[in-house]
T-cell receptor
Framework: DTGVSQDPRHKITKRGQNVTFRCDPI?????LYWYRQTLGQGPEFLTY????????KSRLLSDRFSAERPKGSFSTLEIQRTEQGDSAMYLC??????????????FGPGTRLTVT | AQSVTQLDSQVPVFEEAPVELRCNYS??????LFWYVQYPNQGLQLLLK??????LVKGINGFEAEFNKSQTSFHLRKPSVHISDTAEYFC????????????FGDGTTLTVKP
């Protein structure tokens, strides 16, 4: 078990460009979460999947954001027409549900996005 | 909806001193409670969790936390800190019957000085 991995670790892009991030969860985990973290704040929930189904999306997730989890394994988060306000750390986490009721989430190292 | 307030944004302490990081939460339903630690350039790592039962929970690296339902608090404590405990600490809650996501506080930066 190598933990949750995210790629790339860093991304610098120009305003207006599209970017895509990938998350590979722990292999047996059926839930996958995306969070956004800006400087000085805690992670903010964006969306989560149970297997391939996207079960909840935050109001923070505008129409420019889309997430997928084909086949219930890895997930991608795409941001279209990036804006400077999108600059943040994007965190992915996974969990196994049910797991004795703990819903403990395991986090990846994050992808730091800088929009210039 | 839930919210989490971490009462101290920065806590400086000397090595081997005790420390308490304070966390209050608000929720209309029962919740699970978590403390995570984030070391520089690393992902969040679970320190400890409260699900049910004993209100005093012990976690990794000598940390413990006490759930106080009447005060809706979940303060994190360590009797003697080390330089290596320098990190960002996050308190989080999840609704028991809708634990699909966690709501996090804004974090407390613990700086341990020699």
């Amino acid at each position: 078990d190598t933990g949750v991995s995210q790629d790339p670790r860093h991304k610098i892009t120009k305003r207006g460009q599209n970017v895509t991030f990938r998350c590979d969860p722990i292999s047996e985990h059926n839930r996958l979460y995306w969070y956004r973290q800006t400087l000085g704040q805690g992670p903010e929930f964006l969306t989560y999947f149970q297997n391939e189904a996207q079960l909840e999306k935050s109001r923070l997730l505008s129409d420019r954001f889309s997430a997928e989890r084909p086949k219930g394994s890895f997930s991608t988060l795409e941001i279209q027409r990036t804006e400077q306000g999108d600059s943040a750390m994007y965190l992915c986490a996974s969990s196994l549900v049910p797991s004795g009721g703990s819903y403990e989430q395991y986090f990846g190292p994050g992808t730091r996005l800088t929009v210039t | 909806a839930q919210s989490v307030t971490q009462l101290d944004s920065q806590v400086p302490v000397f090595e081997e001193a005790p420390v308490e990081l304070r966390c209050n939460y608000s929720s209309s339903v029962s919740v699970y409670l978590f403390w995570y630690v984030q070391y520089p350039n690393q992902g969040l790592q679970l320190l400890l969790k409260y699900l049910s039962g004993s209100t005093l929970v012990k976690g990794i690296n000598g940390f413990e936390a006490e759930f106080n339902k009447s005060q809706t608090s979940f303060h994190l404590r360590k009797p003697s800190v080390h330089i290596s405990d320098t990190a960002e600490y996050f308190c989080a809650v999840s609704e028991i019957h809708n634990a699909g996501k966690s709501t996090f506080g804004d974090g407390t930066t613990l700086t341990v000085k020699p």
